[in-house]
């Protein structure tokens, strides 16, 4: 019966190569890969494959160590946690013992970031934001470093509700700018918690009140009616409604480019019947929306057809009413946030809908002139 085949040992790690029983059992195999090349011994003893590897280190050149530094070395390791090595402490050292370049200017940064935003935000927006920022540098300090959480929050504490939120929003758009920049290694304001502010009660119309308004303009200022309905009933904004040209109204939806919107975010919001049959009945203006008047001069036209209807008024209130109607007739939040522009529903539920009865939502939409 033939014998079997002898298992061969795996090969024994050592130094940069390897040794291994030879396979007729008398001596050692040592091996070992140096600069691409690939270098082979066969030794008598263990001992002599070990020498012939130590032999062949690259580092077998370099000048012994004298006496006081193996001392030394001995006298480090015994100090370092087990397991560290000489090497790992002294890059550890060099790492933090290296200059660190200056903190960047908190001011100059500012400046930069409200730049960058100054195609992407409304006027009043950036105006906002300048407002904030501007005060960083006086009541922080005048580097980035000292944009701390702990600095972030003991300047924010003092503020009333409202003014602590704006203020965190501000700071916290900055910072992950800055952290997009690699300037920051993550936003300190991003685990600051807003105020808690009472939700206010929000001014909307009535289908009744909504109903009185159309018939006013169109008895009074007929060319406001396109500009009126599609504030009622497609919530637009009202810089977004100006802005329309007949051309961006189809059939179904209402198309807002870049060029149209706050957020230069492409949209579009669906044309309702009641919608649709009042703009059959009153088309755009064919210069747009605001019918080959300025701006100036609309406005002006808007605000006495306002205090002459006798309406109670408040900012936004067509907008507002909108979002109240629906989202009480869909009870699609997400979709009626998307139709006015909103990237959620946060902005949508905090500052927005208002609650109006049950079945209010199919008598707005259904109010024509």
């Known amino acids: ?14 130094g940069h190569g390897h040794i291994a029983r030879a396979p007729n059992g008398r001596g050692y195999d040592a091996s070992v890969t140096i600069s691409g090349r690939r270098l082979r011994a066969r030794l008598p003893t263990l001992d002599a494959a070990k020498a012939w590897l130590d032999a062949q280190d690259p580092t077998a ?12 070395a001995q006298a480090a390791l015994a100090l370092l946690p087990p397991g560290t090595t000489l090497l790992q402490a002294a890059q550890t050292l ?22 960058d935003r100054a195609g992407q935000l409304l006027p009043s927006s950036l105006q906002g934001y300048r407002l904030v920022l501007s005060r960083l540098p006086t009541a922080l300090g005048p580097t980035l470093d000292t944009l701390t959480d702990d600095a972030i929050r003991a300047y924010v504490a003092p503020l009333p509700p409202h003014t602590r939120n704006r203020t965190l929003r501000a700071i916290s758009a900055f910072a992950s700018w800055c952290v997009g920049l690699k300037l920051l290694p993550a936003n300190p304001a991003q685990n600051i918690p807003l105020a808690r502010v009472a939700e206010p009660t929000r001014a909307i119309l009535t289908p009744e009140q909504a109903q009185s308004l159309l018939a006013h303009t169109l008895a009074t200022d007929p060319a406001l009616l396109p500009y009126v309905a599609i504030g009622l009933f497609a919530g637009l904004r009202p810089e977004e409604t100006k802005r329309l040209r007949p051309s961006d109204i189809g059939a179904e939806y209402i198309l807002l480019t870049p060029a149209h919107t706050k957020t230069a975010q492409a949209r579009t919001v669906l ?41 109670p008024w408040a900012q936004d209130i067509i907008r507002h009413s909108f979002a109240s109607y629906a989202y009480e007739l869909s009870r699609d939040a997400p979709a009626t946030a998307y139709e006015m522009g909103h990237r959620g529903t946060d902005i949508f539920f905090r500052h927005y809908r208002g609650l109006v009865p049950p079945g209010s939502g199919n008598a707005f939409f259904s109010l024509t002139i």
Do not use: C, W
């Open 61 to 72: 050149t370099l000048p012994p160590l004298t006496a006081a530094q193996i001392r030394d």
């Open 94 to 115: 060099a790492e933090n013992t290296q200059p660190k370049p200056a903190p960047a200017n908190l001011a100059d940064l500012v400046r930069t970031y409200l730049d």
């Open 271 to 311: 044309i309702r019947p009641n919608l649709r049959t009042i703009l059959a009945n009153h088309p755009i203006h064919p210069q747009g929306i605001t019918a080959g008047l300025s701006l100036d001069r609309f406005n002006k036209r808007l605000t006495a057809l306002i205090r002459a209807s006798g309406l």
């Open 1 to 14: 019966m033939p014998r079997p085949p002898k298992r061969r040992q795996k090969p024994l790690a050592y």
